[in-house]
């Protein structure tokens, strides 16, 4: 994982690092920054989850996050006009020469049909479990034909299976119904989806699951 995450900086243009205000910014932080930093591309930090925090505490979260790197100004406190902001932002600091086209413009994404029905799959179970699996969900298309679909919804632990499952299996059924429309809407037809949840340990860490995974 740490090699994949090193040669997609290779490529990087500019950087937006988020942070969490509801999270102490440290050790870990100052890490990432310096690795970020050392690139020699245009930076913004952004602080994410402000909307229920008090000014107070955002205001030390931002002088915290500023302490990172010496920054021209500190990340903006507007909270309507945030994502305005880092659009602005990132739009001023990236560069104006376009670079080659990856793929043709009508083109909606580089990935395969497979890669994307994955993404939108994942998409639907991290949001339904985001806050008792985080970001140890991928998923393994197992069969996939015209009208028939079947994928495996992978975690690490038998813990995380249970959640991901849910109750009576409510909520990987949850997930095939958020997913489903999406997916046929990308198919331009109707399609019958099975998910099954898998569990396959330490799936982050084997080379040959990441590579087969497009990760």
Do not use: C
Not at 173 to 184: C, L
């Amino acid at each position: 994982m740490q090699r994949t995450v090193d040669a997609a900086f290779e490529d990087v243009e500019g950087v937006v690092l988020v942070l969490s205000a509801r999270e102490r910014i440290g050790a870990g932080d100052r890490f990432i920054a310096q690795r970020v930093f050392a690139l020699g591309v245009p930076v913004v930090i952004a602080l994410n989850k402000v909307d229920r925090l008090k000014g107070g505490h955002i205001a030390q979260q931002m002088a915290a996050a500023s302490r990172l790197v010496r920054l021209p100004r500190t990340p903006s406190r507007e909270r309507e006009d945030g994502r305005r902001h880092r659009r602005s932002t990132v739009g001023a600091r990236r560069p104006s020469a376009r670079g080659p086209l990856y793929f043709p413009q009508e083109q909606r994404s580089d990935l395969s049909v497979e890669e994307q029905i994955s993404e939108l799959i994942r998409e639907k179970a991290l949001w339904l479990t985001r806050d008792e699996v985080p970001h140890a969900i991928s998923v393994e298309i197992e069969e996939f034909e015209e009208k028939v679909l079947r994928a495996h919804v992978l975690v690490e632990t038998e813990s995380q299976k249970q959640i991901v499952v849910g109750k009576g299996g409510s909520v990987i059924k949850e997930i095939g119904t958020r997913a489903r429309p999406e997916i046929e809407q990308l198919l331009g037809h109707p399609i019958y989806l099975e998910l099954m949840v898998k569990v396959r340990p330490h799936w982050r860490r084997n080379e040959a699951t990441l590579e087969r995974l497009g990760l």
